[in-house]
Nanobody
Framework: QVQRVESGGGLVQAGGSLRLSCAASGRTFGGYVISWFRQAPGKEREFVAA????????DYADSVKGRFTISRNNANSTVYLQMNSLKPEDTAVYYC???????????????????WGQGTQVTVSS
């Protein structure tokens, strides 16, 4: 069974940076697409970024392009989300999730992911 644990969240001022980590256990990490989603209070969970198994392909939501960078280290089964130039609207609980395939519009939809972490809170003050 694959388990994912997010860490690295916290409170930061607008313009600051944070790096989130998603540590996974289980034999399927290396072959999986790993994505970050976020959910703000009263809003639906939304796609943030995705990375394929090799790290050669990435995708980002328009709202974070140029500010966030997703990367992965398969040797230690960890995916990172480097978040720079943070804005108050980035405040949310951030989750990582995995799925076996890349591509298609389903990449952006929570229902296509089988394995989720418990989330880490990111709060950006103005």
């Amino acid at each position: 069974q694959v388990q994912r644990v997010e860490s690295g969240g916290g409170l930061v001022q607008a313009g600051g940076s944070l790096r989130l980590s998603c540590a996974a256990s289980g034999r399927t990490f290396g072959g999986y697409v790993i994505s970050w989603f976020r959910q703000a209070p009263g809003k639906e969970r939304e796609f943030v970024a995705a990375i394929n198994w090799s790290g050669g392909s990435t995708d980002y939501a328009d709202s974070v392009k140029g500010r966030f960078t997703i990367s992965r280290n398969n040797a230690n089964s960890t995916v990172y989300l480097q978040m720079n130039s943070l804005k108050p609207e980035d405040t949310a609980v951030y989750y990582c999730a995995g799925r076996p395939s890349w591509g298609g519009s389903s990449l952006y939809h929570t229902g296509s992911y089988a394995y989720w972490g418990q989330g880490t809170q990111v709060t950006v003050s103005s």
